[in-house]
């Protein structure tokens, strides 16, 4: 690992800064200057879920929805702003070259902690505490959903209860992302157990987060108490409850007439937009998410192993219609796989453009040809494929179908196999067996763009690689390029890395990018402290700022 | 002379006084006048409409019925909902009349083993039968489409699967209440194989129950189709069945409620139809059958 | 009678072997697994699922598991939850409220409605009633439950807004006026079908009681066709009524599937269909076996009480 002298200090002042350097001041996040903030916790807030939150041990495998609670409930020891700037949460602050936090090769890491966080329980968080989270995640008796980043440390040592440090095996630049999302767990508590998969913890836990575990009515509601001992900024409210209304047409009811107070994961649907904007007190606001929606191919299927195929597909989808027409205009077209709010997005790669005549001409000229029942075929390949999703998600299947018709139009035959969720996304997904599937996915690593475990050679998984790169997309290029950028830490030199990244993966097209999510949530409008996060999974992911303007 | 002629031939029995009864049975003529204009309908109706069932228009999405040439509206993509209710109608009668074929065969062959030989072969089968009944059907059919394409034909065939319980049931016992009749022990004299007096005597005594019963199998084809497109694990789109056209339509029930109610309508006087039969069938062959 | 019993519950206990095998082996063997809602987490990669799936045992060889699953099982231990990690009793424990709520209300109204629809139309046979009620009864039969419950919502929770449009309370209310309120569209819906069997039935079974002898005996004494028809109808149909609520049994989880669906009803049903979609094997597996067993049951009490009330059928 080179750095040039011009730039190393630079560098490692820059690891953990998106955009503006500069010192982070742990009171950063302190709310909003609203006025009317409550002395004490009052009242409460519902908030309707359209999928149950079940795993309450924060470092196991969970959904999307899960993380909504373990952000109330746990805390990390840093966190992220909306802005993407990284801001010391249980840690005193943000490990720096200036405040000796880091190495100035990256491989040591120390952290400062707060002396003024307790458990729910009563005992102090200390740096044990850290360790013991740090280890249990790679320990391979323990079902922990991720061990990228953290199989890298080693020699982990308490300096004292406040400060901790470790070394990294080699330089991993994104890993303070990915400690953004790794929420401490006591110590004191799951330690002595010899099964920490079975834990009463994990159906009862405890954390140092502004919430404390209150009561569960599984299948129906949990239901979340004020911890006023939180460290922090809040809690405002005493009662935070997660209601599960498995129906987003009923979610949307309940929201409309009240019964719940903000609707968080998977929020208003599309079609309720209109309607929605103009409730009376209710605030709706579109956020956009780091879900990219796509039709992602196989790239080892022989159908599609012709680029001038991907390019016609491509060119065939009428992506403007489709945003416009079946998701009311919502959605932001896109031709990358990150977020248009990334630090790391390209904003000059080609534009798409819907086109049936460049999508007839490109066959033509690779010579497709149009068989007797107007499929085109080239070397006894029939340009003929399967396109899955899960069924049961309307817009998409309308998407799909409307796709079926416009390839159709250009001599190439889709045929619809969708399937439950269970299937879909078993072996049919992880094992490459789909031809191609339209979905949404996140592609960042927390808020970091490096994407090694979706596009790299090594990381297919039928291939016997260890990521999700389920597409089976090889560009010795992109590896490279993925290689360097998670060994450097300048954040603009991994910019153009990315750029470039993201430059061969339009040009590829292993994926046919639609566009990037946005979502239309609501929340009444006396509940403030509200602010959508496009760095982190959950909209609730700040609930201990949240308040009922008095 | 087979032993069958030694019993008074039982079709021409059937055919005069059954058949008679019958056509007087108000509601099963009912019944097959619904289901002649339906399946005419479905026939036909598809050449006589503008629209093609796949025709997507973008612009003409969620037309309500009687909007220009839309009779019945259109669906979300903006297809003539009156053209794919009646393709759709070819698919699902189609799929409940194979499925219902199929299942009475298994039903049938599988009733007929057991009950004629007996013992450890009928011990064996009926425990399967009761096995398979003891299933929800929901769970077989969910089950054994994730492991398929959910093609009609396919779809027909695990609805074959789920289906042929009854049936077995239904002619094990007749099996067994005929089994030591006279024809039959003749026939066994007379050295005919077992295959010959299974389904050669014993079969044709056992027409009516069989014909009731698979009347009412198509029926519960239907609704088992509908329900299992409905939840989107059926007939894969942009083929239309009736039961995947009411799939989404929940959503758009406050918006855009003849999606729900169209398809709806259509599936009940289809079923209906092959109930109003049955019951007449019933009547007609006087077959002894549960209250229900 | 003993033997017959013994004989019968030996027959029960390898049907259940049966049925436990297929349902297992049909599961495990479907495509996908529990693993597969994390197949899209955002840093989830392969050796991270498959060092779960070792751990959780879904590795090893299929009559393995089964054997496993079958001796815990056998000791009472019917697993834990892949989705919910709580016990397979106790997340089915928790649904059977809700479905059994709903099971009540709904046999309530299909008895009451049936038995007088039935009765009415026995004492007016060939009636306009009778006619509607035969009619009814066989469309009944024919709609799809699920649209049924669209087309109720539709009407009801939208069109004219007096019930809700699902769930089984409010949240914050709760209160025993809340529940009924809410269980009055789902519990009609379900109730539809029996209604129209019950009717059915109980006028057949009027039929019969009035054409025989010992009650024109008792109307031609004066009695009065009410107290005839209530003594000795109404008794006469508790036998059968015990069978046909047999019968019900196995519907508690296939018969409230669909309606719990549609109005989002936190029963068995919607359990099983949330578990099958999510491979959570060992609640299907529980619940499946849950649901033989009440088959079973319901078998044999209708056999039994079929047997009790007519002797002519032989205990074989």
Not at chain 2, 17 to 26: S, T
């Amino acid at each position: 690992m080179e750095f040039s002298k011009m730039n190393r200090r630079k560098a490692l002042t820059m690891l953990g800064l998106t955009g503006a350097a500069g010192a982070l001041s742990p009171n950063l996040l302190v709310s909003p200057a609203f006025a009317a903030k409550p002395e004490e916790p009052t009242g409460q807030i519902v908030v309707g879920v359209s999928q149950e939150p079940t795993v309450f041990n924060p470092l196991m495998p969970r959904i999307e929805v899960d993380d909504g609670v373990h952000l109330s409930l746990f805390d990390g020891l840093v966190r992220i702003s909306p802005d993407g700037e990284f801001m010391p949460s249980l840690a005193a602050e943000v490990p720096t070259i200036e405040n000796s936090g880091l190495s100035e090769d990256g491989l040591n890491w120390r952290f400062k902690l707060r002396d003024d966080v307790t458990w729910h329980d009563g005992e102090p968080f200390t740096a044990e505490d850290v360790k013991f989270t740090l280890e249990l995640i790679v320990d391979p008796n323990f079902r922990s959903w991720r061990t990228t980043g953290h199989d890298l440390v080693r020699d982990i040592e308490v300096v004292s209860p406040t400060e901790i440090k470790w070394r990294m095996e080699e330089p991993f630049a994104p890993y303070m992302s990915i400690l953004v999302e790794t929420l401490m767990v006591p110590k004191h508590i799951l330690g002595p157990l010899e099964d920490r998969n079975e834990a009463p913890f994990n159906q009862a836990p405890v954390g140092t987060g502004a919430f404390k575990w209150g009561s569960r009515r599984a299948g129906d509601n949990l239901e979340l108490v004020a911890n006023t001992d939180y460290f922090g900024d809040g809690p405002y409210v005493e009662r935070l409850i997660f209601k599960y209304i498995p129906d987003l047409t009923v979610l949307y009811t309940q929201f409309k007439s009240g019964d719940i107070d903000i609707t968080s994961n998977q929020y208003i649907t599309p079609d309720n937009y209109a309607e929605a904007k103009d409730l009376a007190g209710k605030e709706v606001t579109v956020v956009p998410s780091s879900t990219v929606e796509s039709v992602f191919l196989n790239y080892e299927k022989p159908q599609f192993q012709d680029k001038a195929v991907r390019e016609a597909i491509y060119a065939a989808i009428d992506k403007q219609t489709i945003i416009d027409a079946l998701y009311y205009g919502l959605p932001t077209p896109t031709e990358s796989y990150l977020p248009q709010q990334s630090f790391f997005y390209n904003p000059d790669l080609p534009k798409h453009e819907y086109s049936i005549e460049k999508a007839n001409t490109l066959l033509d000229d690779a010579g497709w040809e149009r068989g007797s029942d107007g499929i085109r075929e080239k070397d006894g390949v029939r340009l003929s494929f399967g396109n899955s999703t899960t069924s049961g998600n309307h817009l998409r299947e309308q998407a799909q179908q409307f796709i079926q018709q416009s390839l159709g139009d250009v001599g190439i035959e889709m045929t619809i196999e969708n399937k439950p969720p269970a299937v879909m996304w078993g072996e049919y997904w992880t094992q490459s067996q789909f031809d191609s599937v339209i979905v949404g996915i996140v592609f960042t690593t927390g808020a970091d763009a490096d994407v090694t475990v979706r596009f790299s050679s090594d990381a297919i998984p039928v291939q016997g690689g260890r990521g999700s790169n389920t597409g089976q997309y090889k560009n010795s290029d992109v590896d490279d390029l993925l290689e360097e950028a998670g060994r450097i830490f300048d954040q603009e030199k991994r910019k153009e890395i990315y750029a470039r990244v993201q430059e061969i993966v339009r040009d590829d097209l292993p994926l046919l990018p639609l566009f990037q999510y946005a979502t239309v949530r609501g929340h009444k409008e006396g509940l403030k402290g509200v602010e959508p996060n496009i760095n982190t999974r959950i909209d609730t992911w700040n609930a201990a700022q949240y308040y009922w303007d008095q | 002379m087979t032993a069958a002629d030694i019993q008074t031939t039982p079709q021409r029995w059937w055919h005069s006084r059954g058949f008679r009864r019958f056509a007087q049975h108000r509601l099963a003529m009912v019944g097959m006048a619904m289901l002649f204009l339906l399946t005419l309908a479905c026939i036909v109706g598809p050449y006589l409409l503008p629209y093609d069932e796949l025709y997507i228009d973008l612009r003409a999405r969620f037309s309500p019925p009687m909007t220009d040439d839309h009779y019945l509206g259109t669906d979300p993509l903006g297809r003539d909902i009156a053209a794919r209710l009646l393709m759709a109608g070819r698919i699902s009668l189609l799929v409940g009349f194979f499925a219902m074929v199929l299942s009475t065969a298994i039903g049938t062959v599988i009733g007929v083993v057991a009950g004629y030989y007996g013992g450890k072969v009928n011990s064996v089968l009926m425990r399967f039968v009761d096995a398979f009944l003891a299933f929800p059907s929901i769970f077989l059919l969910l089950a054994l489409a994730a492991f398929i394409n959910p093609s009609p034909v396919m779809i027909t065939i695990i609805i074959a699967v789920t289906g042929w319980m009854e049936v077995a049931r239904i002619v094990e016992a007749e099996v067994k209440s005929l089994r030591e009749r006279d024809f039959v022990l003749a026939g066994r004299m007379l050295g005919l194989r077992n295959t010959h007096i299974m389904f050669r005597e014993l079969l044709p005594n056992m027409v009516g129950p069989i014909i009731v019963a698979a009347t009412l199998t198509v029926a519960r084809a239907i609704l088992l189709e509908a329900y299992i497109s409905f939840l989107g694990y059926g007939i894969q789109p942009p083929l239309p069945s009736w039961g995947n056209m009411l799939n989404g339509a929940q959503q758009y029930l406050a918006t855009a409620p003849w999606l729900a109610i169209i398809p709806g309508i259509t599936i009940t006087i289809a079923v209906t139809s092959f109930n109003f039969i049955g019951d007449g069938l019933r009547d007609a062959l006087d077959v002894r059958t549960d209250p229900a | 009678m003993a033997g017959y019993l013994i004989r019968r519950l030996w027959q029960s206990i390898v049907l259940l072997i049966i049925v436990s095998m297929i349902g297992f082996g049909v599961l495990h063997l479907t495509p996908g697994g529990p693993l597969s809602q994390y197949a899209l987490t955002p840093g989830m990669t392969q050796d991270a699922m498959d060092r779960i799936s070792e751990q959780m045992g879904l590795n090893r060889p299929l009559p393995i598991q089964y054997l496993d699953w079958a001796w815990r099982m056998l000791q009472g231990d019917w697993g834990t939850s892949y989705r919910d990690q709580q016990p397979v009793l106790t997340v089915i424990g928790r649904h059977l409220f809700a479905t059994m709520l709903l099971m009540v209300s709904s046999t309530v109204i299909s008895i009451a409605l049936g038995t007088w629809i039935g009765i009415r139309g026995a004492t007016h046979r060939y009636s306009t009633f009778d006619y509607a009620a035969t009619v009814g009864a066989m469309i009944a039969l024919s709609i799809p439950t699920f649209w049924f419950g669209l087309v109720g919502i539709y009407i009801f929770s939208l069109e004219l807004g007096w019930l809700p449009a699902g769930n089984m309370y409010t949240i914050g209310d709760g209160s025993v006026l809340d529940y009924l309120h809410h269980l009055i569209l789902p519990s009609i819906v379900l109730a539809l079908v029996n209604i129209a069997i019950w009717s059915r039935y109980m006028r057949t079974a009027t039929l019969d009681v009035i054409n025989q002898d010992f009650v024109k005996t008792a109307r031609a004494k004066g009695v009065s066709e009410r107290r005839v028809l209530m003594k000795h109808v109404v008794g006469n149909a508790l036998l059968p009524m015990i069978t046909l609520a047999g019968m019900q049994l196995p519907n508690l989880l296939s018969g409230a599937l669909v309606t719990e669906t549609v109005f989002t009803w936190p029963g068995m049903g919607r359990l099983f269909l949330d578990s099958l979609g999510y491979n959570d094997y060992p609640v299907v597996m529980g619940l499946l076996m849950f649901s033989a067993v009440l088959v079973i049951l319901g078998n044999l009490i209708a056999d039994i009480v079929a047997a009790s009330i007519d002797p002519r059928i032989r205990l074989a």
